[in-house]
């Protein structure tokens, strides 16, 4: 119940594109999901997040898109760039600990 | 943004030796830190949360008494990798949530460990 499902594995978009990776999840008690970026051999950067009563939210080139009923949610990149290359985790978290429980992971390549 | 260190970046020790890696958090106090260990090419799994002043709880199957955590500080975690093995090799990442940020955490930079 605990599991965050993310897909797909790995995507490869050319410049310009609009990558859209999709996470679900089970466990109604989560009440933030973020994005982050990682690049290799750094920490993950959050990107974006946003919280269930919420369906959309933008910030620059990235979109959330959350729906609530199918306990799934989406990220969404705009005018994709080689510089978004990374590996991109979904996340959420719940209870008063704050503990994220991540997504498997997206290795996104765009291509110049 | 808030800023989380680690030190050190990376780390190759020889086999039944303690490796200590420390988090910092460097423009904030952390009421909260976690500590997670990624493999390549996998997600990040949580090994334990540590809490300022009081002991840590680890995830099931997190041996306690192998990977030793302190938060001695509202700024500062060890993690203490005991009798270091090589399946330990493992790139480890800390995080830290602090106190007005509600659900924000800021991670650290990542130690690269590797045990020959």
Not at chain 1, 7 to 24: E, R
Not at chain 2, 21 to 28: P, V
Request: glycine share 8%; charged share 15%; net charge neutral.
């Amino acid at each position: 119940q605990q599991q965050v499902k993310q897909s797909p594995q790995s995507l490869i978009v050319q410049k310009g594109g609009i990558p859209i990776i999709n996470c679900a999840y089970e466990n109604t008690a989560f009440d933030y999901f973020p994005w982050y970026q990682q690049f290799p051999g750094k920490g993950p950067a959050l990107l974006i997040a946003i919280r269930p009563d919420v369906s959309e939210k933008k910030e620059g080139r990235f979109t959330i898109s959350f729906n609530k009923s199918a306990k799934q949610f989406s990220l969404h990149i705009m005018d994709s760039q080689p510089g978004d290359s990374a590996t991109y985790f979904c996340a959420a978290t719940s209870g008063s600990a704050r503990q994220l429980t991540f997504g498997s992971g997206t290795q996104l390549t765009v291509l110049p | 943004g808030a800023v989380v260190s680690q030190h050190p970046s990376w780390v190759i020790c020889k086999s039944g030796t303690s490796v200590k890696i420390e988090c910092r958090s460097l423009d904030f106090q952390a009421t909260t830190m976690f500590w997670y260990r990624q493999f390549p090419k996998q997600s990040l799994m949580l090994m334990a949360t540590s809490n300022e002043g009081s002991k840590a709880t680890y995830e099931q199957g997190v041996e306690k008494d192998k990977f030793l955590i302190n938060h001695a500080s509202l700024t500062l975690s060890t993690l203490t990798v005991t009798s270091a093995h090589p399946e330990d090799s493992s790139f480890y990442i800390c995080s830290a949530l602090g106190l007005l940020m509600i659900d924000e955490q800021f991670f650290g930079p990542g130690t690269r460990l590797t045990v020959l």
